[in-house]
């Protein structure tokens, strides 16, 4: 099983960007669909982005879009979520999570089998 280790985070003004990364270890990370998802206290762990093993398709929670860039690397076992113009609401703890099963990636957290420990972005107005 692959593990997730978050990072890049931080306090980060409005209309700035930032580049956050989750390093997997274990298992061949390309069998893996991966995303990210974003949590605030009191409210659901909520979709971002995915992308598909290949790196070759990606999409993009509507508050995303235009915004939020996903990426991989499958030979540095490494994936990316590249933020710009970030806004008060991008204020949450990120997390990257993976999926080993044979299907389509899910916007639906509880269909990720691993999840890192979480990166906090918090952006000042």
């Known amino acids: 099983q692959v593990q997730l280790v978050e990072s890049g985070g931080g306090l980060v003004q409005a209309g700035g960007s930032l580049r956050l990364s989750c390093a997997a270890s274990?298992?061949?990370?390309?069998?893996?669909?991966m995303g990210w998802f974003r949590q605030t206290p009191g409210k659901e762990r909520e979709f971002v982005a995915h992308?598909?093993?290949?790196?070759?398709?990606?999409a993009y929670a509507g508050t995303a879009e235009g915004r939020f860039t996903i990426s991989r690397d499958n030979y540095q076992n490494m994936m990316y979520l590249e933020i710009n113009n970030l806004k008060p609401e991008d204020t949450a703890v990120y997390y990257c999570?993976?999926?080993?099963?044979?299907?389509?990636?899910?916007?639906?957290?509880?269909?990720?089998?691993?999840w890192g420990q979480g990166t906090q972005v918090t952006v000042s107005s």
């Open positions: 999570a993976a999926d080993s099963r044979p299907r389509q990636p899910s916007t639906i957290p509880k269909e990720y089998e691993t």
């Open positions: 274990g298992r061949a990370f390309s069998s893996y669909v």
């Open positions: 992308i598909s093993r290949s790196g070759s398709v990606s």
